[in-house]
């Protein structure tokens, strides 16, 4: 509250107080301070903030209650309204922000094939819990004071490890930046790399929030074709300054790149000053073929950035990510990370730096890759025999998904089912929301991370009811 200006502080007080209650700041039910304690804080005489109590009660937006102080009456809540800030009609974002739609919450529905999304009841959260508690302490703590951007010392050093014994990735952890989150790591190389008006290219179909990312930053985002060996590399346009690829696990197609195709890519980069972010998301669930070299491991001119995530093995909700960089761009990244956010939250951190210390992250991703591997078998079998008449699989041996395609000259319409199967409470996605160029690939993406083994058969039996109303129609 504050008395700055002119006029009767009686009548400042009131209005500053009614306007606090119309609007929702002050609640009903609410307790206001004692007249002593606001004139003492507003440097006035008590009788000055009494009497536009004493006004505010005759009028019914308060109560008194002797003995035990003044309230915001039940009374007033039928005069609150929601606050709103002022429309602004003459203040606008830049045109590229018109172009997205909100990005509604995915429907919790009882058969939930949504994309990317873990189970949560395998999540260790007594053991998560320990680990919280034990590092919410003064040790860890500190002075208070913020942190090192990169992120917490002992987390880096984890990851390095981690990622090295996992997926062969060449890292010390100097090379480290841990993130919020994959999503992080994409905007802040884009924001230290790419200038407004430069070509960046993306897989089609993609991940369409690292389309948007480029997008927002001003540059010319290109979708480049994907085949049965991943990125088609003979496609990258001429000028392409950055490529965003998801080689262990292509997005959402599911196929691996090729050997070949990772070298081809490498060596693109290298004759056209490009550089590559090397998204791998979800490769520690595998359930076949052992995975290739990432392209991290493969480089030898710094031209790689690998991004990885915790938001596939433990749960999206804890925003933890990371991005191991070439020196060259090390320091850029570690200011960008600063202006963004300074540092990723402490506690988190060193939570998951004991998590993965311990053991406890190899532990849990075997025990998650068994369970996946059986939900996956199944997915494939039921699509293949229960969904073959309109549907086919793109082979893919890992992640938490997986991704079909119309068959040829089948008339059906994809997005029809979608929208009849989240009235049976199935949910599903189109392939074509993965696609950002104007000819649309028609198919459904399943993720069977988030639903349970014995609800697969069952809300395929209902997505099946779906296809053959659909069909007949």
């Not at 309204?81 to 606008?92: E, I, L, S």
């Not at 919410?136 to 984890?158: K, N, V």
């Not at 596939?312 to 956010?341: C, E, F, N, Q, W």
């Not at 000819?439 to 399943?446: F, H, K, N």
Request: glycine share 8%; charged share 25%.
């Amino acid at each position: 509250m504050s008395l700055e200006g002119r006029g009767d502080l009686t009548a400042r007080i009131y209005r500053q107080l009614l306007d606090a209650i119309v609007d929702g700041r002050l609640r009903a039910g609410e307790r206001l301070p004692p007249s002593r304690e606001l004139a003492h804080r507003l440097d006035v005489a008590r009788n000055t903030v009494a009497v536009a109590y004493e006004r505010l009660v005759a009028e019914g937006f308060l109560t008194a209650r002797v003995g035990d102080g003044t309230y915001v009456s039940d009374e007033a809540r039928v005069a609150t309204q929601t606050r709103r800030a002022p429309k602004g009609t003459d203040v606008r974002p830049r045109p590229v922000w018109s172009t997205f739609s909100a990005d509604p919450t995915k429907r919790d529905l009882a058969y939930n094939f949504n994309v990317g999304v873990p189970d949560a009841g395998m999540f260790p959260l007594e053991t998560w819990r320990r680990l919280i508690v034990r590092n919410l302490r003064l040790a860890t703590i500190g002075s208070g004071q913020y942190r090192d951007p990169a992120g917490l010392q002992r987390l880096r050093d984890a990851i390095a490890r981690y990622a090295g014994v996992a997926r062969s990735v060449r890292a010390g952890s100097d090379d480290v930046v841990v993130t919020h989150g994959a999503q992080q790591a994409i905007d802040l190389v884009g924001r230290v790399f790419v200038e407004p008006g430069a070509l960046v290219a993306v897989e089609e179909p993609g991940y369409p929030p690292a389309r948007q990312v480029f997008h927002t930053l001003g540059a010319r985002v290109v979708g480049v074709p994907v085949d049965r060996e991943g990125l088609d590399i003979a496609a990258i346009p001429g000028g392409v300054r950055l490529v965003y690829t998801t080689p262990s696990h292509q997005f959402p197609t599911g196929v691996p790149m090729s050997l070949a195709r990772r070298t081809a890519l490498l060596t693109w980069a290298r004759d056209n000053g490009a550089l590559i972010i090397e998204d791998d998301y979800d490769s520690e669930f595998r359930y076949s073929t052992r995975p290739l070299e990432p392209l991290q491991s493969l480089d030898r001119d710094g031209r790689v950035i690998y991004v990885g995530t915790f938001s596939k093995t433990l749960l999206p909700v804890l925003r933890m990510g990371y991005l191991v960089a070439p020196a060259s761009l090390h320091s850029a990244l570690l200011y960008a990370k600063r202006i963004a956010d300074r540092h990723s939250e402490i506690f988190t951190q060193a939570a998951l730096a004991d998590f993965m210390d311990e053991g406890l992250l190899a532990r849990h991703v075997r025990k998650a890759t068994r369970v996946y591997a059986e939900r996956h078998e199944l997915v494939v079998d039921t699509l293949q025999r229960e969904f073959d008449a309109w549907l086919e699989v793109v082979p893919a041996s890992a992640g938490l998904h997986v991704c079909t395609r119309r068959r040829p000259g089948v008339e059906i319409d994809i997005e029809a089912v979608i929208h009849h199967a989240a009235a049976s409470d199935v949910a599903v996605e189109s392939l074509a929301g993965y696609c950002g160029e104007p000819v649309a690939q028609d198919g459904l993406v399943i993720g069977y991370g988030g639903i349970a083994t014995e609800r697969i058969e069952p809300g395929f039996a209902l997505l099946r009811k779906t296809f053959e109303a659909c069909a007949s129609r």
